[in-house]
């Protein structure tokens, strides 16, 4: 099969490699649609080192091509999203609900940059028909999204601010709107902000020529958001977006900042205003599988997300493409693009 190879940053190859062989409880999927995630670019632009060489991808979706005789697993054919962890579901975090700290992670590569991967059977949610490959593939990163509002208090007709228009601030905006709030975006590219108000966005601040907080507290009677997510990996965004909340708010940030820093916090906004900072990393597999239905009943909506599809021969162009913000969400397809994913 072909596959991609991530050797170093910026040298991403196309290659020959041996087909999976599915052992008892594995699963060969045909990959027909994966997305590009900002943490592969991270290993792609070499501000996260990664070993080399490997196969990147993890927003998998495809169909079941090979299971090992005797296995209970989907049958060849099978139309499957594939979660990237296995969890155990029996140790001390998985035990308190934070099974996105699992212990006992059942690791795997999944390599979705190929034409075929492997993975554990048990980590296959089945698809409709209906559902296109494309769309399923967001389960992953939706997933991530519902992870984080878990730890988002938003009573309904609250403020809430989406720092940054990218793919998953367009995810937590929509996520946002459904559980009642009133969702101002902001970013610093004006065509991303066009995104934002059919989405649902009730305002949208370009920040690349105004005082974003104050554009906020001026939309908010002058108090803030009661909820601040980041999406975007920066120490100076992270700092401004501790302004930007309520009395009583809540920050998230929900990006990784590549490479680790530092933020300044003033300690007496944290305690003078009771606002509280939390994070978000990964998702259980509740959130993978709640994804799923929200992506399959049309409640979250990733059509105008996508700006990019890319056979696995440009892998490169989709790497760049989400590298340097051109567009939004690249896809690439290893086995070629269907009709059906054409017209997604």
């Given at each position: 099969?072909?596959?991609?190879?991530?050797?170093?940053?910026?040298?991403?190859?196309?290659?020959?490699?041996?087909d999976?062989?599915?052992?008892?409880?594995?699963?060969?999927?045909?990959?027909?649609?994966?997305?590009?995630?900002?943490?592969?670019?991270?290993?792609?632009?070499?501000?996260?080192?990664?070993?080399?060489?490997?196969?990147?991808?993890h927003?998998?979706?495809?169909?079941?091509?090979?299971?090992?005789?005797?296995?209970?697993?989907?049958?060849r054919?099978?139309?499957?999203?594939?979660?990237?962890?296995?969890?155990?579901?029996?140790?001390?975090?998985?035990?308190?609900g934070?099974?996105?700290?699992c212990?006992?992670?059942?690791?795997?590569?999944?390599?979705?940059?190929?034409?075929?991967?492997?993975?554990?059977?048990?980590?296959?949610?089945?698809?409709?028909?209906?559902?296109?490959?494309?769309?399923?593939?967001?389960?992953?990163?939706?997933?991530?999204?519902?992870?984080?509002?878990?730890?988002?208090?938003?009573?309904l007709?609250?403020?809430?601010?989406?720092?940054?228009?990218?793919?998953i601030?367009?995810?937590?905006?929509?996520?946002?709107?459904?559980?009642?709030?009133?969702?101002?975006?902001?970013?610093?590219?004006?065509?991303?902000?066009?995104?934002?108000?059919?989405?649902?966005?009730?305002?949208?601040?370009?920040?690349?020529?105004?005082?974003?907080?104050?554009a906020?507290?001026?939309?908010?009677?002058?108090?803030?958001?009661?909820?601040?997510?980041?999406?975007?990996g920066?120490?100076?965004?992270a700092?401004?977006?501790?302004?930007?909340?309520?009395?009583?708010?809540?920050?998230?940030?929900?990006?990784?900042?590549?490479p680790?820093?530092?933020?300044?916090?003033?300690?007496?906004?944290?305690?003078?205003?009771?606002?509280?900072?939390t994070?978000?990393?990964?998702?259980?597999?509740?959130?993978?599988?709640?994804?799923?239905?929200?992506?399959?009943?049309?409640?979250?909506?990733?059509d105008?997300?996508?700006t990019?599809?890319?056979?696995?021969?440009?892998?490169?162009?989709?790497?760049?493409?989400?590298?340097?913000?051109?567009g939004?969400?690249?896809i690439?397809?290893?086995?070629g693009?269907?009709?059906?994913?054409e017209?997604?």
């Amino acid at each position: 099969m072909r596959a991609a190879r991530l050797y170093g940053p910026g040298d991403i190859r196309v290659e020959d490699v041996p087909d999976p062989v599915p052992a008892p409880g594995w699963v060969v999927v045909r990959v027909e649609a994966c997305g590009v995630c900002p943490s592969d670019t991270r290993a792609y632009s070499g501000s996260r080192p990664a070993g080399a060489p490997w196969t990147p991808g993890h927003e998998v979706a495809g169909v079941v091509a090979a299971v090992a005789d005797g296995s209970s697993a989907p049958s060849r054919g099978a139309r499957v999203v594939a979660d990237w962890r296995s969890v155990c579901g029996l140790c001390f975090y998985c035990q308190q609900g934070d099974a996105n700290f699992c212990e006992r992670r059942r690791d795997f590569a999944i390599a979705g940059f190929a034409q075929l991967t492997l993975v554990p059977e048990e980590v296959l949610h089945p698809l409709r028909d209906e559902l296109s490959f494309t769309t399923a593939s967001f389960c992953e990163p939706l997933a991530c999204v519902l992870n984080a509002h878990r730890s988002l208090p938003i009573p309904l007709g609250s403020d809430v601010v989406v720092v940054g228009a990218g793919p998953i601030g367009l995810l937590h905006l929509q996520v946002a709107t459904h559980r009642g709030a009133r969702v101002i975006v902001t970013d610093v590219l004006p065509e991303r902000l066009d995104v934002a108000r059919p989405l649902g966005a009730a305002a949208t601040i370009d920040a690349s020529d105004c005082d974003a907080v104050a554009a906020i507290k001026d939309l908010t009677g002058g108090r803030g958001a009661k909820a601040v997510v980041v999406t975007v990996g920066s120490a100076a965004v992270a700092e401004t977006a501790m302004r930007m909340a309520c009395r009583g708010g809540t920050v998230s940030l929900f990006a990784g900042i590549h490479p680790p820093t530092t933020i300044d916090l003033d300690p007496n906004l944290v305690h003078y205003n009771q606002v509280s900072l939390t994070g978000s990393h990964d998702y259980n597999p509740g959130d993978f599988a709640t994804a799923l239905r929200l992506l399959d009943g049309g409640v979250v909506s990733v059509d105008t997300l996508v700006t990019g599809h890319y056979l696995l021969a440009d892998i490169k162009a989709a790497y760049e493409a989400t590298n340097s913000h051109q567009g939004l969400k690249s896809i690439v397809h290893p086995n070629g693009l269907s009709r059906t994913e054409e017209s997604a």
